[in-house]
């Protein structure tokens, strides 16, 4: 079967950085995509991984290991507008997504 | 300003009376999808669309039907709703696999 796997919750400090990890299990994939949810709002893009490697996006970075199945999202310089929902998504070559059940992550001031 | 919107924004209803969610984009986007969030479950990719007439089921079709006439809608049939269909649906549209934009969701309650 399909799956992805994240943590669903991780608890860190103003400034600290957190790493939140994702395997996955698909078949046909193309790409991991990042995306963060406040509570109450829609899904909004971060980053995509289609290649090996480290991808940086300002505070934000995701890495993609595809011989491992396995990626990650870096949030650096936490600020407490980083509390959200952040989900990890696996895009095949026909456009089927499958999304990870989510990481909450908490910052503390 | 670019955007995905849908429409109604909250709807309660009752079991097996048919309902349509629509979903419009401004982008020219080809591709389109449904997904439906609860509650640690994440989201659930319902439909998704390729282009005009292209479609294809999720995750998690049974119970649902969509069109694709033009490209900038999308809608979403619940044709005999049920309870279980109670969620939060989103529509996103994107320009290629990489960045899908959301719409802000409908809350949904099927009574």
């Known amino acids: 079967g399909q799956s992805l796997e994240q943590p669903s919750e991780v608890t860190a400090v103003e400034g600290a950085i957190v790493q939140i990890n994702c395997t996955y299990q698909t078949s046909g994939f193309y790409g991991l995509s990042w995306y963060q949810q406040h509570d109450g709002g829609a899904p909004t893009f971060l980053s995509y991984n289609a290649l090996d490697g480290l991808e940086e996006t300002g505070r934000f970075s995701s890495f993609l290991s595809r011989s491992d199945s396995y990626g990650y999202l870096l949030l650096q310089e936490l600020q407490m507008k980083d509390s959200a929902s952040y989900f990890c998504a696996v895009v095949s070559g026909t456009y089927k997504y499958i999304f990870g059940t989510g990481t909450r992550l908490k910052v503390l001031a | 300003e670019a955007q995905v919107t849908q429409n109604p924004r909250y709807l309660i209803t009752v079991t097996g009376k048919k309902l349509t969610v629509t979903c419009s984009q401004n982008?020219?986007?080809?591709?389109m999808s449904w997904y439906r969030q609860d509650p640690g479950l994440g989201l659930r990719q319902i439909y998704y669309s390729m282009n005009v007439e292209v479609t294809d089921k999720g995750d998690v079709p049974e119970g649902y039907k969509v069109s694709r006439k033009e490209k900038r809608n999308f809608p979403l049939i619940l044709e005999s709703p049920s309870p279980n269909q109670t969620s939060l649906y989103f529509c996103?549209?994107?320009?290629?696999?990489?960045?899908?934009?959301f719409g802000p969701g409908t809350r949904l309650t099927v009574l």
């Open positions: 982008m020219n986007h080809e591709y």
């Open positions: 996103a549209s994107s320009s290629g696999r990489n960045r899908q934009y």
